[in-house]
């Protein structure tokens, strides 16, 4: 069986900002709806014989509470995907999109497309958990922008970029990334996720992570190679728990362009010491910004590595149900959002 798994958020979204132009004659926002079935048109040309599937975004408990949790402890400073932009301060593509998707979800009903949100998960961990049990003979083809993505990659599972037109196998990754599908989210542990508000380490961007998972494989390792490296120096760096005067001191500093030299940094951290150490001049070496603050975030870093792994284990996933496309509501639909270029097409989801 061959599957068309489709990222329902990330389509609709995408649609929004490129047809942001788009209204009725009643000046309504048609910009999702257009766009969405232009690319369901196109996507049933490309894949004829793919099942199609659109899976829409619950919010994610597991992710929230892991962050709730990490913000109160003072691990970071916000918690997961808090940084966004809500009700009125949100662009207004992001706005039509919240608006529009009732409806758009009820005229893909229309299309006997399955549709499916699972409570409590998003999206790619739907994706994730049918990927998971279908793997073995069914091909697998996961529709969507998000780069996450790339972790259910292997030998029957494959992603496209519509935007893109960009098609990314197993092969191709490793090709391009020198690193398994699985390594890739320990990438994102080091790095974190500006848009989701993920955390990883200051002076680590994702160009340093990939280097970094290429040479030692995992976060894990990467952490151990820099502990081995900071204990070679054989320095005792001196111990600041004692003493949240002098922390507080180095916590304030700042770099000649005003930014915070330390960005962060924990009194419960390890070797906070070692700022104090090089603040000092007491180091007769010169020890690695980004080794540094990797061993200090370490925490941190274990953390954005569970909020980057998608989770693929949701129990009881709802069937996939081809329906019946009912072509009559379906004009009724496209003439009230002023579809009118593709009703021709729509013969092409039948």
């Keep these: 069986m061959q599957y068309l798994i489709i990222d329902g958020n990330n389509l609709a979204i995408r649609s929004a900002f490129g047809n942001k132009e788009l209204k009725n004659k009643d000046g309504v926002p048609t910009g999702v709806h257009f766009g969405v079935f232009q690319s369901l048109i196109n996507l049933k040309g490309k894949y004829p014989h793919h099942q199609l599937l659109i899976l829409w975004d619950s919010k994610s ?18 918690g997961y995907k808090e940084n966004r932009p809500r009700g009125e301060e949100a662009p207004q593509e992001l706005r039509d999109f919240y608006a529009q998707a009732p409806y758009l979800q009820k005229g893909i009903g229309q299309t006997g497309i399955p549709q499916i949100r699972i409570d409590g998960f998003e ?84 160009v340093t992570a990939l280097k970094l998972i290429q040479e030692h494989g995992s976060w894990q390792k990467v952490l151990e190679a820099l502990k081995a490296q900071l204990a070679e120096y054989r320095i005792k760096f001196p111990d600041l728990s004692g003493n949240p005067a002098e922390f507080e001191r180095l916590k304030a500093l700042a ?69 019946t496309l009912n072509k009559e509501r379906l004009l009724e639909y496209f003439d009230y959002y002023d579809i009118e270029s593709l009703k021709e097409s729509l013969y092409m989801l039948e």
């Excluded at 992710?63 to 970071?76: C, H, M, W």
């Excluded at 992603?159 to 197993?170: E, R, S």
């Design 61 to 78: 408990k597991r992710r929230q509470l892991e962050a709730s949790v990490a913000v109160t402890a003072g691990l970071i400073k916000s």
């Design 123 to 206: 999206a790619d961990d739907v994706g994730a958990s049918y990927a998971k049990k279908l793997q073995g003979d069914n091909e697998i083809v996961f529709v969507t922008g998000d780069n996450d993505y790339f972790q259910l990659l292997s030998p029957n599972v494959s992603v496209y970029d519509g935007m893109k037109d960009k098609t990314t196998t197993l092969a191709s990754f490793q090709e391009e990334y020198k690193i398994t599908p699985e390594q890739f989210v320990h990438c994102g542990a080091l790095s974190g996720d500006t848009s989701d508000n993920i955390f990883g380490v200051p002076s680590v961007g994702e």
């Design 255 to 323: 770099t000649d362009s005003g930014k915070p030299k330390y960005p962060e940094i924990l009194l419960s951290m390890p070797f906070t010491g070692v700022v104090q150490a090089i603040e000092d001049k007491k180091l007769k070496v010169k020890i690695p910004k980004t080794t540094l603050m990797t061993v200090m975030f370490e925490e941190r870093v274990k953390m954005a590595y569970s909020l980057k792994l998608m989770d693929s284990d949701i129990p009881a996933l709802p069937e996939i149900k081809q329906g």
